[in-house]
């Protein structure tokens, strides 16, 4: 069973403009989360995270929120750029801290 | 620059054979990962090791095994391969349970059993 979703495959933005990711997870015993960027052919790469202890955590134009009491975290973009499209992976992390739960992925799409 | 290495971008095999797949790090992590992402289905985690010679199974080991001999390298082997199993396959790292860890990524193996 997935314990970490992403309901969203798809999202198209206008370049400048917000993109709100969102995630959802079911584990309430994760206590990390991870946002991966991901383009074709290509393996994923680090974005940014966020401990459980935390409900905001921001890195340039990029900031993710977490609502433990919803499971639920997104990423925001902003502003968005033609080089953000890419897939973006939400991932969590279990608490004997060995494994990683990730989604299924949102593909993001700027138009210029 | 920190380094998940694997050792083929593309690879196109036939039906039965054995496949192996290798990975390297470089930043003496404890953990070591095999994923395969498939269109809809995101990562899935197929083995991982958190030491040499130690392994556990992840949600889809079957038809898979896995090996490590030395602590940077952990290797994938498809036994008898099949068209299911034509995928990207991601080899990841990560140092032991610390708060602030992640997972490294190699670059990907675009794996096709024809």
């Known amino acids: 069973d997935q314990q970490v979703k992403q309901n969203s495959p798809s999202l198209s933005v206008q370049e400048g403009r917000i993109s709100i990711l969102n995630c959802d997870y079911t584990n309430s015993m994760f206590d990390y989360f991870l946002w991966y960027k991901k383009y074709p052919a290509e393996g994923p790469t680090f974005l940014i995270s966020?401990?459980?202890?935390?409900d905001k955590n921001e890195d340039g134009r990029f900031t993710v929120f977490l609502n433990k009491s919803a499971k639920h975290l997104s990423l925001h973009i902003v502003p968005s750029q033609p080089g953000d499209s890419a897939v973006y992976f939400c991932a969590a992390r279990g608490q004997a801290g060995n494994q990683f739960y990730f989604g299924t992925g949102t593909s993001l799409t700027v138009i210029p | 620059d920190v380094k998940v290495t694997q050792s083929s971008r593309y690879l196109v095999k036939r039906t039965g054979e054995k496949v192996f797949l290798e990975c390297v790090q470089d930043m003496d992590h404890e953990n070591m990962f095999w994923y395969r992402q498939d269109p809809g289905l995101g990562l899935r985690l197929i083995y991982f090791?958190?030491?040499?010679?130690?392994?556990e199974k992840g949600d889809i080991p079957e038809g898979y095994s896995v090996s490590r001999e030395k602590k940077e390298r952990f290797s994938l082997i498809l036994e008898s391969a099949s068209t299911n199993q034509t995928s990207m396959y991601l080899c990841a790292s990560s140092r032991r349970y610390s708060w602030n860890t992640e997972a490294f990524f190699g670059q990907g193996t675009r794996l096709t059993v024809v």
């Open positions: 090791s958190y030491d040499v010679k130690m392994k």
């Open positions: 966020i401990s459980s202890i935390k």
